[in-house]
Each structure stands twice: as structure tokens, then as C-alpha cells.
């Protein structure tokens, strides 16, 4: 693997099922947009990918020089969301790195509340929220734009370009190539087979 001190990532190429995901680098101050096919096994593929990315599971042919952080979907489960629903207060102390008040933005930018319920925010200011609590403990992240209306994809990525700097770097996973002329690197996977 072609690996220097700027890489954060190095994939020799991903084979999951019948998708293939061409190789590519992530190196410092980068954004790599990986374009899957949208459909019934996107998810499935996201999530399998966020495990190599991230560490969680080994693959061969990816080499994680520094650890990556999924901004995860902001989801409430179980019989607790009606008589106890996740607020935007109780959901950064749980969430964000208490040394960064970096999370506390989202109050500023989105006009929240701490006693906000998430069950009310949209998937746009729900994204905003994950990457913000992300970005309090890493600028190495990988996210998606699940949720989120196409003025919140925007507002996530310019906030992610914007928090990654030059030590940091990104992957967005996504079924769209709106940002395809805006990363650094755009792949496209590629179905292999039937």
C-alpha cells in the first residue's frame, strides 16, 4: 500500500458482495466522496464500510493510519422515547467531549434549546448535531447525509470542509454525486456480477 505521513486511509480497492469501491487515498485537509448505488442494500453497504473505515472490522485491503469517528444517525429507541425523549442537552453531555464547546454550537447555529427533543428536529439539524459532537472529539471523520433535505446536505458538508482543515479529512458515503465537483476525490462503485 502507497502509504506517506499525509494519509489517513489507504484502500486497495473494497469488494462487499457484488460492489466494488476502486481504490483511493484520504490524506490531511481532504474530503473523499464514495458514491454508492442507491436502493435496497445502501444502507447495509454504508454501515459495512463505516467498519472498515472506522477500525471496527479488518479488511484487507484498507489501512487506517488514524482513527476515523461515524457521525452516527441520532435515533431514539424503545418505550423510553415517550416517557423520557432524548433531549439536545441530555444527548451532547452523552455525546460530545465535555473539554470542547465545540457541540454547544449547535445552539448558536440551529436555535436549539438543551430541553429541545430530538423527536422534533429535522434530519438536517439532527446531522448537524451528530457532526458537531463528532468534530468535539476528532477532525477525522466519516458520515453520510441520510435524513437530511438537500439544503441540509449542503450546510453538513460546508460544515464539514470547514472543520477538517488541514490535519483533518473526510468521507462522505452517498448515493448522490451533488458534490462530486466540491471533494477531493469522487469514487463511484461499481457493481461486478449479478
Known sequence: MDINSESV???????????????????????????????????RQLFRLVDFFTGTEEHDAVAVQAKLKFANHIIEEGWTRFFYPLTVGRYIKKSANPTSDLAQQIYEAERLRPDTCISTLPGGT??????????????????????????????????????????????????????????TKFVVAEQKGA
Open 126 to 183: 439532527r446531522k448537524m448535531l451528530s457532526l458537531l459532537s463528532v468534530f468535539s472529539w476528532t477532525d477525522k471523520i466519516v458520515f453520510d447525509l441520510m435524513g437530511s433535505d438537500p439544503m441540509g446536505g449542503q450546510e453538513a458538508f460546508n460544515l464539514v470542509r470547514k472543520q477538517i482543515g488541514r490535519s483533518g479529512a473526510a468521507i462522505l458515503i452517498d448515493h448522490n454525486d451533488e458534490f462530486k465537483n466540491d471533494c
Open 9 to 43: 486511509l489507504v484502500s486497495n480497492g473494497i469488494q462487499i458482495d457484488n460492489l466494488y469501491i476502486p481504490p483511493f487515498t484520504l490524506e490531511r485537509g481532504t474530503i473523499v466522496v464514495i458514491q454508492l448505488p442507491s436502493g435496497f442494500h445502501f444502507s
